[in-house]
């Protein structure tokens, strides 16, 4: 069985990895580059705790193929603070308790982030439907869109 | 599994018609990669056909819009002249999953995995698109209604492949549009759906309809009995009750773990009313 | 050692300063940014993947296994099977609120005679990439004998039914039956007598209900990774609300001792109750033994679905008998539980709650444990309660209409309150079920007007909750901070809230403070964070181990002033004088104290063992209003209130995201989760694509209302909330819809379907 090679930039970094046929792109970001911040819920592309940036578009990982990827740039929730400084709506979501187990979160953070910067003032229904493709079991999703919200009003005031 | 890449479309064709075993199109995987996960295929090849530019874009042409059929919902939703003279179509194409899997999620596919639900094709009937196919054997176009033949499965000869969706021109006071039932608000498949588009005259009567039924038989119902039903009227209350009516007594659904038999052919005929509705909306405005 | 005494609720005189005040939990960043490692998460050096082979029947014998050629794969390096693991006796153990039997679980974990549901394990393999392993699975050859299945609790209950189990013969009847059965066990909750109170009833209403299995549905499937080097030593990386109950589970299965077993939790994504048994650790570790290196297993979501216990599905029926005045004379229930394959579904805590929220003379509610060819069934927040208050509190909103009274001023007529004997046993303290039904009552969503198709429906629910075992560690670090280790796994933020007690007491500021989880390998025993337990008994171990921490430095600070220990107290995280007669001496810091450590005796700790008692009961009142679309059956949700009774709120957020997060799950269950099998006894939905959780867009804003009636049992009032906050919910929709239809549907979900045949029914259509 033999592999691909595939270069890509992950979080504005050029990567190298062998990625199986067989694999995803959540296998390969997981397992090849040991980046295990995006989680696999379903892999089915029903649960959203996979979510990635591939060049700019909001996708489900597990519905990607590992061997696809080449010359694409992806971003995943490790590249979502800058530095020290987290995202806004990374700060949010600490501030109003916006997580329980954490396990949905960064597919939400990395969702609501596209979010914010397609739709800076989304109402609460725009907002809930955006991100209904990421399930939470936890919160009941009400801090969660409260957080959105109150960082969208925060980004455009700011 | 082998993965290629092509460039071409006729290399694209090549690669689908020379290979023996099991071959696969991914356009956007959000069939595809549930189905290789679900061990429900095992292709030994599976051929991308994403960077074929022509399979990527949405075209005006003289006499209609063509659509590249790897063009993604979220892609197609951002053309605001497609949306503007097509709405029904849209917003069949933007109610498949969620904002992840619109990010990827292609008419083409959505019509060739040939599921009776498949939100994009009841939409895509009722405006008469039809499919450009490239195989081996050159170019056809047949309409959108002749490609799923049965669950899972395409008229498509070996080797062929859908590279775009063309929709022509519909006379002005032409109005589509497509609604579905289902149990939560989002991310569930269409227990029942309904695509249709009308036509009404400057007098507000219905000159021409179709009227496209989806989940609720092997293939999605084009049915001439729920548009005549229209045709003539000025699809007021009376005439929304005989769409209706022949609405459900097209529907010929199984039960599921989606649904009963009773429950899709009584809101078959709910959900047909509701989607006319709309689309006589748009029609009186445009 | 600080005593019970020392433990107890004190009613500050001051105002607290961290307690009740929502700060940011410590292991917060790492959630956000992706940094915090779950189950599936770690990576070892030489690491490999495993994966399971399952069941595709639901009820087979299985003849024989053949490895052989799943073992000759390039890449396989390790094959189990049952042979590879001891049988167990029968025998009890105690996970969470409900208990198990070890020979039970050896058989969950990997079948021994038979496949007992659709998913069942049968062989597990580990090689050096997951693909290989799944490629492994298939080469395996297993000689199933298919056998008749059964699948509903009723159709099981039958004298014809297939049998599981030729063994079991009915508990808890007498004479004990001759024939063996499906029917694991008969239990009773007995208080008065029923007989009695229905005779004084001017009114009775008599129901049934049905409700089918539902999932805990957490987001995180099942992971560990095992590593078994050749000196005997085990160690395991897992997901689990108990890491203490894997290492005893697992060396137990494995046949290791308990200390060879070194057990680490990892983050968990979500538990609820059905993380409280395990299902790979053991397999991991065997797979790891057979080939000496480290082994990762990750359940697929299918896998999750079909293997591991949902909650029971129910027939039950009920009949409450009141005076037309409101008084209830007696409440009776009879509840059938499935428990999947093996015994053990939650209806006895489901029997002890069913009339829990209510002062009454006579009850008598009689359980059936029912095993049948699904999953076993594991604890699902507040196990069982949810399932028979769906039913009670149903019967209660039907009487309140019967009677002409307002359903929360029926409850609040007959509400349980301090010095209520509960029919499971024990007399109340203080309790907040009249103020979580007045918290409803008062509220402005319980006043909004209701338009056409709306509704508005109201339920109580309970939970009791649990202490238990508990071990802490408290050292303070050389620069005054603070090392707290416990041994409970945090689902939710419960570390932040149990730090936050811990800096009240010492006084200085919680981030000088740092809770670690630790292995077990560095703590005493600690029972799993289930039942409600953690911020309660690990809260009140901490507030204990605390005190102890404080009488050594101001022991410290005595030695260090030379005056007798009595003459230093410790006030606002210092060490002060008593009095000016003590002496004049500036206050010293933890920081002071900490710096002289190594002059004054050496390094400062504490740390306590207990079995922690006093849990608090803690009830629930909820109100959810409804639109139904007629012509559909859909039922959206507009508005939902969730009050309930937190004893005292560490921290306010997390207290309202545990009632928002339980409401939605009972808001699920209510409309549309499920599980639904295929007449070949296979689970048809196995996925989050048909197995229908709410997504965000099904629901609005979920209003949560902290009522706070003092635990006295722990020195902050603390009382579990982690459960309650389900119970009511699916009752609470039947309501509703009840309200805004005049539909009575006794039976779960509510989903279109259902509710637009029963509207049809109702039309004459």
Not at chain 3, 574 to 594: K, Y
Request: hydrophobic share 40%; aromatic share 6%; proline share 5%.
């Amino acid at each position: 069985m033999s592999r691909y090679h595939v270069s890509a930039t992950v979080n504005g970094d050029d990567v190298e990895f062998l990625s199986e046929p067989e694999q995803t792109l959540l296998d390969v970001l997981r397992d090849e580059l040991q980046l295990t911040g995006t989680k696999e819920g379903c892999a089915s592309g029903d649960c959203g705790a996979c979510s990635v940036m591939l060049d700019g578009r909001l996708v489900c990982s597990c519905l990607v193929m590992g061997a696809e990827v080449g010359s694409r740039s992806i971003e995943t929730i490790e590249g979502m603070a800058e530095g020290e400084q987290l995202h806004p709506l990374q700060q949010k979501f600490l501030d109003y308790a916006a997580l329980q187990c954490g396990y949905c979160t960064p597919g939400i953070l990395v969702a609501a982030k596209d979010l914010l910067e397609r739709n800076p003032d989304p109402t609460e229904t725009e907002a809930r439907f955006y991100l209904a493709g990421n399930l939470c079991r936890c919160t009941g999703y009400d801090k969660i869109i409260r957080a959105v919200m109150d960082t969208a009003a925060e980004m455009r005031g700011a | 599994m082998r993965y290629e890449a092509p460039d071409t479309m006729e290399a694209a064709v090549d690669l689908l018609a020379n290979e023996d075993g099991i071959t696969r199109v991914l356009a956007g995987g959000t069939d595809l990669l549930v189905q290789l996960r679900a061990e429900m295929v095992e292709p030994d090849l599976v051929v991308d056909v994403k960077r074929i530019e022509a399979m990527r874009t949405v075209a005006k042409e003289s006499d209609g819009f063509r659509v590249g059929a790897a063009v993604t919902g979220a892609e197609l939703g951002e053309h605001a002249e497609f949306k503007a003279i097509w709405p029904g179509v849209l917003e069949a194409f933007e109610l498949i999953g969620s904002t992840q899997v619109q990010g990827r999620a292609t008419m083409g596919g959505n019509l060739c995995n040939a599921s009776p639900a498949a939100d994009s094709v009841p939409a895509m009937i009722a405006a008469s698109a039809s499919v450009a196919i490239q195989g081996p054997d050159g170019q056809r176009e047949i309409p959108v209604e002749d490609v799923a033949i049965a669950p899972g499965q395409t008229s498509l000869g070996k080797g062929e492949l859908v590279t775009s969706f063309f929709f022509p021109d519909a006379p002005p006071r032409t109005g589509d549009a497509y609604l579905r039932f289902i149990p939560r608000t989002e991310m569930d498949i269409a227990v029942v759906g309904a695509g249709i588009c009308l036509t009404l005259d400057d007098a507000g009567i219905c000159t021409a309809a179709r009227v496209a039924l989806g989940a609720v038989a092997a293939q999605v119902l084009l049915v001439s009995e729920a548009a005549d039903a229209l045709i003539g009227t000025p699809v007021d209350d009376a005439a929304l009750g005989k769409l209706s009516e022949a609405a459900s007594a097209a529907a010929k659904p199984i039960d599921d773990k989606r649904g009963t038999k009773e429950f899709r052919i009584q809101v078959m005929g709910v959900i047909a009313r509701r989607t006319a509705k709309v689309a006589l909306t748009r029609a009186s405005s445009n | 050692m600080s005593t019970a005494e020392d433990l107890r609720y004190q009613e500050k005189t001051h105002e607290l300063k961290w307690v009740g005040k929502n700060v940011t939990r410590t292991d917060g960043v790492d959630k956000v940014t992706g940094r915090a490692l779950f189950g599936a998460d770690l990576i070892m050096p030489g690491m490999l993947f495993g994966a399971v082979l399952r069941s595709p029947h639901a009820h087979a014998k299985i003849n024989g296994i053949d490895t052989s050629k799943a073992e000759a794969l390039n890449g396989v390096k390790a094959v189990i099977t049952r042979d590879d693991f001891a049988d167990q006796p029968s025998e009890m153990i105690q996970v969470g609120e409900l208990s198990v039997n070890i020979r039970d679980v050896i058989r969950n974990v990997m079948a021994r005679e038979k496949a007992m549901y659709d998913g069942h394990a049968i062989a597990a393999v580990t090689a050096t990439s997951a693909s290989i392993a799944r490629k492994a699975l298939k080469l395996i050859e297993v000689d199933y004998e298919v056998l008749p299945h059964v699948i509903d609790v009723v159709d099981a209950m039958k004298p014809d039914a297939p049998l599981l189990n030729e063994k079991m013969f009915t508990d808890g009847i007498d004479p004990k039956p001759e024939k063996p059965s499906n029917i694991a066990k008969r239990l009773e909750i007995k208080l008065g007598d029923v007989e009695e109170g229905f005779a004084e009833a001017d009114v009775i209403i008599e129901r049934e209900y049905k409700t089918r299995p539902v999932h805990q549905g957490y987001i995180e499937p099942h992971a560990c990774v095992a590593s078994y080097t050749e000196d005997g030593q085990g160690e395991v990386w897992a997901s689990t609300p108990g890491h203490f109950l894997v290492r005893a589970i697992t060396a137990r299965l494995c046949g290791m001792e308990v200390s060879k077993v070194k057990v680490t939790a990892s983050e968990i994504g979500g538990g609820f109750g059905g993380k409280n048994i395990i299902y790979l650790e053991p397999l991991a570790m065997a797979l790891s033994r057979k080939c000496g290196r480290p082994v990762k297993m990750a359940m697929h979501r299918n896998e999750v679905f079909r293997a591991t216990g949902p909650t029971s599905g129910s027939h039950m029926r009920v009949k409450i008998g009141a005076k037309r005045n409101g008084k209830i004379t007696a409440g009776w229930a009879e509840l059938m539980f499935q428990a999947g394959a093996f015994p053990g579904s939650p209806v006895f805590p489901a029997a002890m709650c069913a009339y829990a929220c209510y002062d009454l003379e006579n009850v008598l509610v009689i359980g059936w444990d029912v095993i049948a060819n699904r999953p076993k069934t594991t604890a699902y927040r507040a196990p069982g309660a949810q399932i028979s208050a769906f039913a009670v509190e149903s019967a209660m909103d039907e009487l309140a209409r019967e009677l002409g009274i307002d359903p929360i001023e029926l409850r609040l007529m007959n509400a349980a309150k301090e010095g209520t004997k509960a029919a499971y046993g024990p007399t109340f303290g203080p309790i907040g079920q009249v103020e979580s039904l007045k918290a409803i009552k008062n509220h402005p969503n319980y006043k909004v007007p209701l338009g056409p198709n709306q509704g508005r429906g109201v339920a109580s629910g309970f939970w009791f909750n649990i202490g238990g075992e508990t071990s802490v560690t408290m050292n303070v670090n050389d620069d005054g901070t603070i090392a707290l280790t416990l041994g409970n796994p945090d689902l939710s933020g419960t570390r932040t809230s149990i730090s936050v007690m811990a800096a009240e007491e010492l006084g200085i500021e919680p981030d000088r403070i740092r809770p670690t989880v630790g292995d077990t390998t560095s703590l005493g025993f600690n029972f799993i964070s289930a039942g409600s337990r953690t911020t309660f008994a690990v809260g009140k171990a901490t507030v204990g181990v605390s005190r102890l921490v404080i009488e050594e430095l101001r022991a410290r600070a005595a030695a260090q002033w030379d005056i007798p220990v009595d003459a230093v107290v410790w006030e606002d995280g210092c060490a002060r004088p008593a009095s000016s007669n003590a002496g004049d001496f500036e206050p010293l810091t933890l920081e002071d104290i900490a710096r002289e450590a190594k002059k004054t005796g050496g390094p400062i700790a504490g740390h306590i063992e207990t079995n922690v008692t006093g849990a608090g009961p803690s009830f629930a009142t909820e109100a959810v209003d409804i639109e139904v679309d007629p012509e559909t059956g859909h039922i959206k949700v507009l508005r939902f209130t969730a009050a309930q009774d937190a004893g005292k709120a560490i921290q306010p957020n997390f207290v309202e995201g545990q009632y928002q997060g339980a409401a939605v799950q009972g808001i699920g269950w209510a409309l549309n989760e499920e599980y639904i099998y295929d007449e070949k006894g296979r689970l048809d939905n196995p996925g989050f694509l048909d197995y229908r959780m709410p997504v965000a867009s099904d629901l609005p804003m979920i209003d949560a209302v902290i009522v706070e009636v003092p635990n006295p049992n722990h020195p902050y009032g603390v009382r579990g909330i982690g459960e309650t906050s389900i119970v009511p919910v699916m009752a609470a929709v039947a309501n509703a819809l009840e309200d805004a239809t005049d539909l009575r549907i006794t039976e779960l979900p509510l989903s279109p379907p259902r509710v637009l045949k029963a509207l049809n029914e109702k039309n004459g259509g």
